[in-house]
Every structure is written in structure tokens, then in C-alpha cells.
């Protein structure tokens, strides 16, 4: 199934990120640079968002969030991603995404968890873990688990929509968004899962036809 922002990503990577990976690169700014500082940036606008700054903390994730195709653009670009610098996005990913996610539930719990919303996160932040432990696991067994409705990208932009929302007053915002990425999360699990079990290969006696 196809992502739900695939050509619009590849816009920005073409028109925004592209020219700015070179800047940075020019200056002598490393990819491991960017991807510490937007994962600080991003630990910021995740405190605001706790403290009831829905729009701000929104802003400032949404920005940070975007190097994550930023760090890779300029590790490309340098002639590939290093062992290391793969590990380090990964780790700092798994970082941001837990800060993100806590954030909101301290947010929730304190305005009296309007329309469950904080099952809603807690769901959303254990499918979104899964649903790159999965992708990477099935690498590392020589399977494929590229796909999925909604990965890092999409469920980021789908909170993004929710703070929005709640910063505009809609008390269900918030948590409605949360609700569409837990089930687009919990779907894309299955998805990966799904793909990953029809690429793995065949054993030879098992393709053999019996005598």
C-alpha cells in the first residue's frame, strides 16, 4: 500500500532540503551534527508541547523533524551513510519519538485525558516503535519490510494536525488524531509483518515438487 505523502515528500527533499543539505555541507556542518541538533530540537518543542503550548511545540517538532531527511540527504550527497551515522539517526529517532509521545501524555493526563486520548498516544508510541523494530530486524534476516501505510513521516505529520487542532481550542482534536494513528500504526505493522513473511525465499527441498 502506498504511503500517504510520497510525492509531496519528494517536493520538499527537491526544492528545500536538497539546497540545504549543500549549504550546511559547504560550511562544514556534518550529517551526525544535524541529526543531534534536530533531535535537541525537537526534546524543546516536545517541553512546550507538555506545557500546554500546543502551537509552538507543534511548530518546533514539525521543523526539527524535518532533518531527519535532512542528515540523510547530506550523508548522501557526501558519497553514503556511515555504519555509525545510521545507528546514531536511528537511536536519536527512537529518542525524539519517545520525548514526542510522553510529552503528549503529560499533556492529556493533565487536562483529564479528554476522549482517551491517552491510550490513544501510548498505542501510537508502542506501534511506532515496533513498526521500525520490525523494518530493521527484517533487514538484518535479509527480508523486506519496506512498506506501510504510515511510517515515521506520516505519523509525525498526523500528531502535527492533532496539536494544531487542539491549539485552535478543539478539545478533540488532539486525541481524534491520536485514534487514526494508533489504527494507522497498528495497521502498518501487519503490513510489514504481511511483506516480510512473502520475501523470504524458499527452501530448495520445499520447491522441489514430491516424487
Known amino acids: 500500500m502506498a504511503k500517504i505523502v510520497n510525492v509531496p515528500a519528494r517536493a520538499v527533499v527537491s526544492h528545500v532540503v536538497n539546497p540545504t543539505a549543500r549549504f550546511l555541507l559547504r560550511i562544514g556542518v556534518t550529517p551526525n551534527a544535524v541529526t543531534v541538533a534536530g533531535t535537541v530540537g525537537v526534546l524543546i518543542g516536545a517541553w512546550l508541547g507538555s506545557q500546554g503550548h500546543l502551537l509552538w511545540g507543534t511548530v518546533v517538532v514539525t521543523a526539527c523533524a524535518l532533518t531527519d531527511a535532512l542528515d540523510g540527504t547530506m550523508a548522501r550527497m557526501r558519497g553514503g551513510t556511515s555504519k555509525f551515522g545510521a545507528l546514531l539517526d536511528s537511536s536519536m529517532d527512537r529518542i525524539a519519538d519517545g520525548a ?27 506501534a511506532g516503535q515496533v513498526v521500525s523494530y ?23 505529520l498526523i500528531l502535527g494536525v492533532g496539536g494544531l487542532l487542539g491549539a485552535a481550542g478543539l478539545e478533540w482534536g488532539l486525541p481524534a488524531a491520536l485514534w487514526v494513528l494508533a489504527a494507522l500504526s497498528v495497521i502498518t505493522v501487519f503490513q510489514r509483518l504481511i511483506h516480510a513473511g512473502r520475501t523470504e ?7 522441489e515438487p514430491v516424487a
Do not use: H, T
Open 100 to 126: 514526542v509521545f510522553g510529552a503528549v501524555v503529560w499533556y492529556l493526563a493533565g487536562q483529564g485525558n479528554p476522549y482517551g486520548g491517552m491510550i490513544a498516544c501510548l498505542i501510537s508510541l508502542v
Open 134 to 156: 520490525v523494518k530493521a530486524r527484517a533487514q538484518s534476516l535479509g527480508l523486506n519490510a519496506d512498506v506501510g501505510i504510515a511510517e515515521r513521516l506520516e505519523r509525525l
Open 201 to 207: 525465499p524458499v527452501p530448495p527441498s520445499a520447491a
